[in-house]
Nanobody, 121 residues
């Protein structure tokens, strides 16, 4: 499974941004796709996840109500729509694929490169 993340950038507090993760490879339809983020002073933390097959979604409390994870099967792409961004959302965002849902980053088996999101106050 190969993952390619994109869509990061510099935005202002309250703005929106959409991240994309293009997915390729074999049998990823049974995977759980996750978004994680990491800032220099913190460990990599769970943001959101979606089951590719059923579309069931999961969110960290810190982003619930502001972020939305989705997937487009026709484009083999997972999205993270981020609204009402805050300076504390600033981090490198990573997409990942795993065999089961978990909030622990090292339970995921495949990773894309990170994309930087910077939110200014």
């Amino acid at each position: 499974v190969q993952l390619q993340a994109s869509g990061g950038g510099l935005v202002r507090s309250g703005d929106s941004l959409r991240l994309s993760c293009a997915v390729s490879g074999r049998a990823f339809s049974s995977y759980v796709m996750g978004w994680f983020r990491q800032s220099p002073e913190k460990e990599r933390e769970f943001v959101a996840a979606i089951r590719w097959g059923t579309g069931s979604t999961y969110y960290a409390d810190s982003v619930k109500g502001r972020f939305t994870i989705s997937r487009d099967k026709s484009k083999n792409t997972v999205y993270l729509q981020m609204n009402s961004l805050k300076p504390e959302d600033t981090a490198v965002y990573y997409c990942a694929a795993g065999y089961r849902y978990d909030t622990i980053w090292n339970e995921y088996n495949y990773w894309g490169q990170g994309t930087q999101v910077t939110v200014s106050s």
